[in-house]
């Protein structure tokens, strides 16, 4: 039986979003980069572009809170494949929304050419996925898991 976290503060808690976007501004940059070599060097289209780009981001983002943020020791294959569920919903959602808005009418010709359009989008995703996630990580992935590393528990009895 897997012991369960013990509840945090709110000073605790604070940290923990502060670690959270602190890690996905990162994640956020490989993806940014990731996204314009894609985009710029490679010339492909909004969708692939996008796919790698925030695959990347997520292996990163993921290893990164997992460890420094949630504190789990929890069986990695299984809380990847939680947020691998995630993903399933929020990836073909943002992949088809976001081709959608960067071909939308509202734009005009003289925006669209000017290439900002596709990092608007890139950008709107990105929060939404931020907040999303973090709730997603923080409620279900880890939610019985946080605070179990021996780093965590030492933390806590230093306290």
Known sequence: MQEKSPKLSK?????????FALF????GIIQTVSFTLLNELMSWSYWPSYLIAL???????FTLNRKFTFKSASNV???MLKVAL???????????????VTNAAFWSE?????????????????VI???TEFFYQKYVVFRDTAKTTESAKKEDNAQ
């Open 129 to 131: 996925n931020l907040v």
């Open 86 to 100: 995630f993903y399933c919903v929020f990836t073909p959602l943002s992949t088809i929304g976001g081709e959608a």
């Open 55 to 61: 695959t990347l981001s997520v292996l990163w983002n």
């Open 24 to 27: 996905s501004c990162s994640a």
């Open 77 to 79: 294959p299984v809380a």
């Open 110 to 126: 003289q925006f669209k050419e000017s290439g900002w359009v596709e990092y608007i989008v890139l950008g709107g995703t990105m």
């Open 11 to 19: 000073k605790q808690n604070a940290v923990q979003v502060i670690k």
